[in-house]
């Protein structure tokens, strides 16, 4: 396995060749958990966006449903506004 942190090929030699085996662990390690917290933050990021999507259309189809209820009984609603109107109540 080759962990390659900078470009050119006898850099990454020299740093590797200086190493001792703990501190190569330590890097490897480091590097595994660094990619490892990417992926989770790439899941998080990604669920986030889906939960955005979905409040808004929950929001959407709530406020769809209401305007379609009012439209829906808006023609009973004028018929109580006409009969109270008669009756001197508004």
Known sequence: MSVQFWPGAQLKHAILLSMTPEEHRLLTETRELAEESAKILKNIQRTNRFSLVFRVLYWIVILGASAGAYYLIQP????????YSSLGVF
């Open 76 to 83: 009973y609603i004028d018929t109580l506004k006409e009969a």
